[in-house]
T-cell receptor, first 110, second 113 residues
Framework: SQQGEEDPQALSIQEGENATMNCSYKTSINNLQWYRQNSGRGLVHLILIRSNEREKHSGRLRVTLDTSKKSSSLLITASRAADTASYFCATDAGSYIPTFGRGTSLIVHP | KAGVTQTPRYLIKTRGQQVTLSCSPISGHRSVSWYQQTPGQGLQFLFEYFSETQRNKGNFPGRFSGRQFSNSRSEMNVSTLELGDSALYLC????????????FGSGTRLTVV
């Protein structure tokens, strides 16, 4: 069963715009991670944020975590066509096994 | 630095057959996990291995099994294949267990006919 659920399911934007994806989860977590998957390929790790952290940055990516609301967001600034992919959040609790959501499908139009 | 290598990339099998998938983790990574990805169920956790020991197992029938060797390479086996086993099987490695990011392989696309 999925722990994290991404919202929206699909997002379509123009190059240069910002893309924001959200992840909500149900139980307390140790860590939350974001991954990207290009069609039919393996997942690429983007950012890991621990439960005691509130915000992390990596290049054009910004991740926030609000444990009181059990939610996280991934912001991609100045999107490029190459950012077109599915984005997944993964949460881990007691066993530290990441449980993945269904993903947000992002399309960036050139 | 080589990434996670999964072989084969594609596989077509007949119902009732068995299949073995292989995964070579990044050098120095001792933890290997396996996931099944389908359009209907998304990414589902299969197993986690660390130092040749299965540490965690997902909710899959006993037809799904795996192992890890002393060099950290891992294999998973599915016996008596069913049509519903058609999926992308992903292997991921990490330096250890407990709160590390995964490096995924490109996956093995299994089709059962």
């Amino acid at each position: 069963s999925q722990q994290g659920e991404e919202d929206p399911q699909a997002l379509s934007i123009q190059e240069g715009e910002n893309a924001t994806m959200n992840c909500s989860y149900k139980t307390s977590i140790n860590n939350l991670q974001w991954y990207r998957q290009n069609s039919g390929r393996g997942l690429v790790h983007l950012i890991l944020i621990r439960s005691n952290e509130r915000e992390k940055h990596s290049g054009r990516l910004r991740v926030t975590l609000d444990t009181s609301k059990k939610s996280s967001s991934l912001l991609i600034t100045a999107s490029r066509a190459a950012d077109t992919a599915s984005y997944f959040c993964a949460t881990d609790a007691g066993s530290y096994i990441p449980t993945f959501g269904r993903g947000t499908s992002l399309i960036v139009h050139p | 630095k080589a990434g996670v290598t999964q072989t084969p990339r594609y596989l077509i099998k007949t119902r009732g057959q068995q299949v073995t998938l292989s995964c070579s983790p990044i050098s120095g990574h001792r933890s290997v996990s396996w996931y099944q990805q389908t359009p209907g169920q998304g990414l589902q956790f299969l197993f986690e291995y660390f130092s040749e020991t299965q540490r965690n197992k997902g909710n899959f029938p006993g037809r799904f099994s795996g192992r890890q060797f002393s060099n950290s390479r891992s294999e998973m086996n599915v016996s008596t294949l069913e049509l519903g086993d058609s999926a992308l099987y992903l292997c991921a490695s990490s330096v250890g267990t407990g709160g590390y990011g995964y490096t995924f392989g490109s996956g093995t696309r299994l089709t059962v006919v």
